[in-house]
């Protein structure tokens, strides 16, 4: 068998020496890696295959034992894990123990700035190089960013800041015109290279005729103009957009030819100011599946070799889809419903309703604080705008949350996808923090649904509602309950008792609550300890009904999977503070600890922190004293 190149490169220095000829034959061997690995394993494949020819293009100009590279959001540097970690260490990818999915500050010296949210690349990398130059050191700066993330406004903030500053940076725009979905967004069609080339030659048609008509000078300016049909091009390419930040544009380059990047690159290591160079890549590139529905295999589960399409999705669904249809259903009779999302219509279960109210359904880009205040103005009107965002996401929007929706009181529909722990793409993307960031804020009502039916009655509470109102669903499969279309309102604040019992009370919210009940049975089975089960349903607020309940047992235990720190429990804690004597009493908190949770399978990371159905026995023990 023919020895692989790939097995002769232990360290990013061995790029270097390869010819160009080896590094292509290089990158197709990178990327059947790739390919298997995700195979087996799952994670993003479509992006960081788009990128492998650029990666190595990157590593052949330049050196990053000093020169700084920044992957904007990072899923697609998986080439860039391969040659800095090597092919044995990139099979242990997203597994408990294993290497990230991103880069990771702490996981290489390669890796220049942890990454998982994106549009962050510009601002890093601006302030290295500012760094670089009040230490007086010589080093370049690279920030490569997709064209989705080039959607939020994070980026231009950064692109302007650099432009007054006229830094040496090179910034990398990877367009391969996908965000997950198709990106969005009138600069998205701008940069497109059909539109910028079809725009171009009607404007030459145009100028051609009126010039024609211009007696004795026409056809002179026609040949001048002929002559300067580059420069004028540039005015119709995405050029003129970022000469406007000062910044030097090249481009559009293949980013799939290795030896023009590397002619480019050498080139432009020797300028010392703003760079954008523009790069045109192919999502999916390599794997005939994912070049033709990047989409679907953008972040993908294990899937078989040689299957052509991958499993378009489980049988069970997920809360996603169950968001999804239970929005389409109220929204067929409701109007004034409205859905948003930031760029991630698949993810939050939003292609339906996308299809069905193509008038009523917004994607705003990569662009969650644009999103929550583009929900508020909607909502001044009289619409009930459903903003759908990843817990971990919304983050970006706290300001907008409290400045925008809760301090005008305006009826916003928070939708919080991936509440929890989310698994294998780790701490940048748990949602861990939501119950505290939004518990905070006056005027929020958060709730937490246990299964699918109460998802829907909450869907349907929410947008009856009057007022900001979010709910918060784990990651993943629905429990399997039986729903039907009948929506119930739910009373706001109001817990249910979903076990009685006399010897402690588990106050539950969300995806703890099974886990409790199964708890709760087991410790009466084995110990005989009977556990009353409270259903908590809101985070916020808690009614005195449900408090005083509380307040009547000695021994409490509070199950959420939030960070401990500002959650229910926190809530709780303080109810009791305020309305009980809590001297007696017995608390103890089961939730995420005041630390970023690794990556790894949900029940691996959830056994990890007892937040699972043995954890919650073991805290019951403990309050009984039976430990
Ligand atoms: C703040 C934030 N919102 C949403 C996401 C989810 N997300 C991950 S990759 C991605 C698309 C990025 O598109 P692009 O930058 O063009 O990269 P490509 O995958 O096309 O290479 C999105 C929306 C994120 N990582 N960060």
């Known amino acids: 068998m023919k020895k692989r190149i790939l097995d002769s490169i232990s360290r990013p220095e061995d790029i270097k020496k390869l010819s160009i000829e080896e590094l292509e034959s290089l990158a197709e ?215 406007i930040f000062r910044f030097y544009y090249i481009g559009p380059i293949d980013g799939h030819n290795i030896k023009k990047m590397v002619q480019y690159f050498s080139e432009i290591k020797e300028l010392n100011k703003p760079v954008l160079v523009h790069v045109l890549t192919k999502k999916g590139k390599g794997y005939p599946p994912a070049e033709k529905d990047p989409t679907l295999y953008h972040g993908v589960g294990k899937f078989k070799p040689n299957k052509q399409d991958k499993d378009k999705g489980p049988s069970i669904p997920t809360y996603s889809h169950v968001f999804g249809d239970v929005l389409c259903k109220l929204a067929e009779k409701d109007k004034k419903i409205i859905a948003i999302t930031a760029a991630m219509p698949e993810g939050t279960g939003l292609v339906k309703f996308r299809e069905m109210f193509p008038n009523r359904f917004f994607d705003v880009g990569i662009c969650e604080q644009h999103a929550v205040t583009f929900a508020a103005g909607l909502a001044t009107q009289g619409f009930k705008p459903v903003v759908a965002i990843y817990s971990t996401f919304l983050q970006r929007a706290f300001d907008q949350i409290i400045h925008d929706v809760c301090l005008q009181n305006l009826h916003v529909i928070f939708c919080l996808d991936r509440a929890g722990l989310v698994g294998e793409d780790g701490p940048t993307h748990h949602g861990s923090f939501d119950l505290s960031y939004l518990r905070l804020i006056p005027n929020m009502t958060i709730m937490a649904p246990k299964d699918e039916v109460e998802l829907q009655n909450m869907i349907y509470t929410a947008i009856n509602f009057n007022g900001p109102i979010a709910i918060r669903y784990p990651r993943g499969k629905v429990m399997g309950v039986d729903r039907s279309d009948e929506f119930k309102n739910i009373e706001i604040g109001e817990g249910e008792i979903v076990r009685q019992g006399n010897d402690l009370i588990i106050a539950a919210i969300g995806n703890m609550v099974y886990p409790s009940i199964d708890a709760a049975n087991i410790v009466y089975d084995l110990h005989n300890i009977d556990c009353c089960v409270l259903n908590l349903r809101f985070a916020k607020p808690i009614s005195q009904n449900t408090i005083n309940l509380i307040g009547q047992f000695d021994k409490i235990l509070v199950v959420e999977e939030n960070t401990i720190f500002g959650g229910v429990s926190s809530y709780i804690l303080e109810l009791l503070c305020d309305h009980w004597k809590i001297k007696d009493k017995n608390i103890l908190r089961i939730g995420i600890p005041d630390r970023f949770i690794e990556h790894g399978k949900p029940h691996e990371l959830r056994k990890m922190l007892g937040l699972c159905e043995e954890g919650i026995v073991e805290g019951i023990l403990k309050l009984i004293g039976k430990e």
Not at 92 to 100: C, D, I
Not at 169 to 188: R, Y
Not at 194 to 209: P, Y
């Open 29 to 243: 061997e990178i990327r059947a890696e790739i390919i298997s690995t995700v195979q087996s394993i799952g994670g993003h494949l479509a992006s960081s295959l788009g990128v492998v020819d650029l990666t190595l293009a990157l590593y052949k100009v330049f050196d990053f034992s000093k020169d700084k590279l920044v992957w904007d959001v990072g899923h697609q540097a998986y080439a860039h894990k391969i040659i800095t970690r090597g092919i044995e260490k990139f099979r242990t990818l997203r597994q408990f123990g294993g290497l990230s999915g991103f880069p990771k500050m702490d996981e290489s010296p390669y890796d220049h700035f942890g990454v998982g949210h994106s549009s962050t690349s510009i601002s890093a990398c601006l302030g290295m190089a500012v760094a670089r130059d009040i230490l007086n050191q010589n080093h370049k700066v690279i920030a490569v960013i997709g064209d989705g993330s080039m959607t939020a406004g994070m980026a231009y903030e950064a692109l302007n800041h650099a432009g007054d500053l006229e830094k040496d940076l090179i910034v990398i725009l990877n367009d391969n015109e996908m965000s997950i979905s198709k990106n969005v967004g009138a600069l998205s069609s701008f940069l497109s290279r059909k539109l910028a080339h079809k725009r171009f030659v009607k404007f030459k048609q145009d100028l051609k005729r009126w010039l024609k008509q211009v007696p004795k000078f026409g056809e002179e300016i026609l040949n001048y103009a002929r002559k300067s049909e580059e420069s004028l091009k540039n005015l119709f390419t995405p050029g003129i957009l970022f000469e």
